[in-house]
Structures are given as structure tokens and as C-alpha cells.
């Protein structure tokens, strides 16, 4: 094969059986300011081992060089595209844009700042089977690409999910992860700007046959001081210029926001899942004494289930509950 040419542009008989075709896979990726890691991740999704790809990079208005370093690839690499938005979207609706402009069957979402194992399309795609949505594993990396000897996997709890309430107070799947159907995605647009897609799609895949989990990690995780969000959802970068008190009461609003936005897509037909999803909204209200103690209830009966990507302790489910007596999570 011509090394000058991406890997992608031919699909070799040891890939496809006869009368078969492979499927076309988006790979939408974001950008903004990206360009100390940018072309390291380019490499590793032009070194996949998967034929049928396109790329779609969306860049947010990055101010450095990362608009520059999208094009110069897109010259050598006809099946990527590059779009600049004239206004900044936020990552959420950024993604949202790169999937619509996707023409592929399956999407993968995809970082600017990870490595991707070589294989990565290839396995997710042929795994993910009649499921709306799959996920993989990621191992965690330095700045420097240095693994540092832990999986997400050995931080919380991954695996298949199919219950909503598993999925509607945590979830730790990341963007980077996940591959899903563009029929699905047609059903889950729009996005809300309070909640990452990386936890909207998952939570809504659980009324359209779940969200299977691929036990394998396919992803070098970077870790950086320019994380949106550190690794296990840990601390994102927070706008210092707003008081700690206005954070608190900007992140209220948003779980709320959550809150409803989960139960008003629980269809009629779960019916044990809608009303607990009800409960929750209502107890979400205020922090009256009645809702504060309902809270605790609510959350104590069903601490096995809210907390299922936890790898807590009985004692510590206890306390977590315990704990919503005074704050909503």
C-alpha cells in the first residue's frame, strides 16, 4: 500500500467477507486551542486499521494554531473535512454540529488531546452489534502519553447498562469512548447545554437497548492542565472569575435542569423508572425539610442503583445518602 495514502481510502478483502460492504464511520472530532496535542491524535486516527472512515473536525475558534494544523492534513487526506465555527458553540453543541454534518452509519466522538490504539474502530464497530451505543475502556496517561498503570476501569464500575436510574445521577463514560448508531443520534438531538453528550446518550440509550460495554482499552487518556474535566469527572476547569456562592447556585439550576430533562425522556412505559425519576425532580425543588428528608429516601432505597458506577462500600452508599439531606447532586 502507498504510505502516502490514508489507510482508509480502500477496503481490502481480509477486512470485508464477499457480498459484504463496510459500514462508513464518522469520526467527529472537536477542536479548540488544540494544537499542542492535535496532530499526535491525527496520527493515531489516519494509523486506524479500519478502511471506511471520515473525519469531521469542527473547530470551536480556537485563537492558536489549530485551524492551520486541521487543513494541512485535510490536503493529504481526502475523506477529512473542516469546519470553523463563526461563533463559539461550547463543546456540547460543537459535537452536536460535527455529528449532523456526519455521513457515516456508526459515529465515534473523538478528543483532540488522546491517542487511539490502531484497532480501535475496527473492534467497536464490529462489537456494538444491535446496540444503539458501545463504549470502551481507557487507560490513563500523563501529558507525556506515559501510561500511569490505571484503567477508568479500576476507578468505577463499567459495564452493559439498561436501566435509566443507573445513569440518571452518575455517569462516568467519556466522549472519547463511545461510538453510536446516527440513527440514534438523529432521535436524541438536540443536545441541552448542561449535560455532556457523553452522559445524554448513554442515559437515553438505555430505552433503545442499552449501552454495551467493550472491556478493552482502546484509548490513551491524556491528562493535562487544559482537561475540560480531569479524569473520573474530577475537577474541570472553573471560571474564577465567578463567586463561589454564584458556581453553587449556576450548578443547582443545571442538575435540575438535568433532573427534568431525564424524566421528560423517560418514556410512559417504564413505569417504575418514571415515577422514581418524578420522586427525584420534586424533591430537587427546594431544600425544605420534607424534601430534604425524601431526598435521603429516595436515594437510600435506591442507593444500589443511583450509585451503580460507584465502587463504594455499603458504609459509603450509607453516608452518600446521608449526605443528600443536604445537597442535591
Not at 481490502?12 to 459484504?20: H, I, L, Q
Not at 436501566?163 to 438523529?186: D, E, G, W
Not at 430537587?284 to 450509585?307: K, P, Q
Amino acid at each position: 500500500m502507498n504510505s502516502s495514502k490514508p489507510r482508509y481510502n480502500s477496503v481490502t478483502e481480509k477486512e470485508v467477507a464477499p457480498n459484504e460492504t463496510l459500514k462508513l464511520v464518522s469520526i467527529v472530532l472537536a477542536t479548540y486551542n488544540g494544537e499542542a496535542f492535535l496532530a499526535k491524535q491525527l496520527e493515531s486516527l489516519f494509523n486506524q486499521t479500519y478502511s471506511n472512515i471520515e473525519i469531521i473536525a469542527v473547530d470551536d475558534g480556537s485563537k492558536d494554531n489549530t485551524v492551520s494544523i486541521l487543513h494541512e492534513h485535510a490536503l493529504r487526506h481526502p475523506n477529512m473535512k473542516v469546519y470553523v465555527n463563526d461563533m463559539n458553540l461550547g463543546f456540547i453543541k460543537n459535537f452536536e454540529k460535527g455529528c449532523s454534518l456526519s455521513c457515516g452509519d456508526l459515529i465515534a466522538l473523538c478528543d483532540q488531546d488522546d491517542y487511539w490504539d490502531e484497532n480501535k474502530i475496527k473492534k467497536m464497530a464490529a462489537a456494538i452489534e444491535d446496540h444503539p451505543i458501545i463504549y470502551c475502556d481507557s487507560l490513563v496517561c500523563n501529558d507525556n502519553l506515559e501510561p500511569t498503570g490505571t484503567k477508568i476501569s479500576d476507578l468505577v464500575n463499567f459495564r452493559s447498562w439498561s436501566n435509566p436510574l443507573q445513569l440518571a445521577v452518575f455517569c462516568r463514560i467519556y466522549a472519547h469512548a463511545i461510538m453510536f448508531t446516527k440513527s440514534f443520534f438523529n432521535k436524541a438531538v438536540p443536545f441541552l447545554d448542561v449535560i455532556p453528550p457523553d452522559w445524554w446518550l448513554p442515559y437515553l440509550s438505555t430505552f433503545y437497548g442499552g449501552i454495551k460495554y467493550f472491556p478493552e482499552p482502546l484509548i490513551l487518556y491524556r491528562q493535562h492542565a487544559g482537561n475540560v474535566t480531569g479524569v473520573i469527572g474530577g475537577k474541570g476547569k472553573k471560571n474564577r472569575e465567578v463567586s463561589k456562592a454564584e458556581r453553587t447556585r449556576l450548578d443547582k439550576i443545571k442538575i435540575r435542569t438535568r433532573v427534568n430533562a431525564f424524566y421528560n425522556a423517560c418514556p410512559d412505559h417504564f413505569d417504575e423508572e418514571k415515577k422514581v425519576l418524578q420522586s427525584l425532580v420534586k424533591t430537587y425543588e427546594n431544600f425544605s425539610l420534607e424534601n430534604n428528608l425524601n431526598r435521603f429516601l429516595l436515594f437510600l432505597r435506591y442507593r444500589d442503583t443511583f450509585l451503580s458506577v460507584k465502587k463504594h462500600s455499603a458504609l459509603h452508599r450509607f453516608l452518600f445518602c446521608f449526605k443528600m439531606f443536604v445537597k442535591i447532586k
